[in-house]
């Protein structure tokens, strides 16, 4: 991450796929085989930018899912700086309308009231892995 982040690239979506496709080969050179990238993909253009940076990879997209209440739980617990937390929490329900729209996704799990290891086991088998 950088922080301020530049204008041209705000969420530092730019910088993190550039490093994502210069270290991506060290990983398949010592035997990778899957990539699980916790990002927000919110923009259509987000999937081919994936394909670039990580050639020969299909890109599969999860859209995990919570209720507005368990967001704004989470960001308070998570997002320690005010001004972050207000922006996050302000910003919460207008991003999950959004993606919901959007539909880029693949799969969609919920992730409300469950425990990790069950959200990741529904993945995981949702993606064949």
Same mark, same amino acid.
């Given at each position: ?16 796929? /550039?490093?994502?496709?210069? !270290?991506?080969?060290?990983? +398949? $050179?010592?035997?990778?085989? *899957? &990539?699980?990238?916790?990002? =927000? ?30 967001? /704004?739980?989470?960001?308070? !617990?998570?997002?320690?700086? +005010? $001004?972050?937390?207000?922006? *996050? &929490?302000?910003?919460?329900? =207008? ?30 088998? /949702?993606?064949?892995?």
């Amino acid at each position: 991450q950088l922080s301020p982040t530049p204008a041209h690239d705000p969420f530092n979506n730019k910088l993190g796929l /550039a490093n994502l496709k210069a !270290v991506w080969p060290n990983y +398949v $050179a010592a035997g990778a085989t *899957h &990539l699980v990238l916790a990002r =927000v993909v919110e923009d259509p253009d987000d999937r081919a930018r994936y394909a670039d940076a990580l050639p020969d990879c299909e890109i599969r997209i999860v859209r995990l899912e919570a209720s507005s209440q368990t967001r /704004a739980q989470r960001l308070t !617990v998570r997002e320690v700086e +005010v $001004a972050s937390r207000e922006w *996050h &929490l302000a910003r919460t329900d =207008v991003l999950a309308e959004r993606l919901r729209e959007l539909a880029l996704e693949d799969v969609v799990v919920t992730n409300e009231h469950r425990v990790i290891k069950d959200v990741a086991a529904e993945i995981l088998t /949702a993606l064949g892995w």
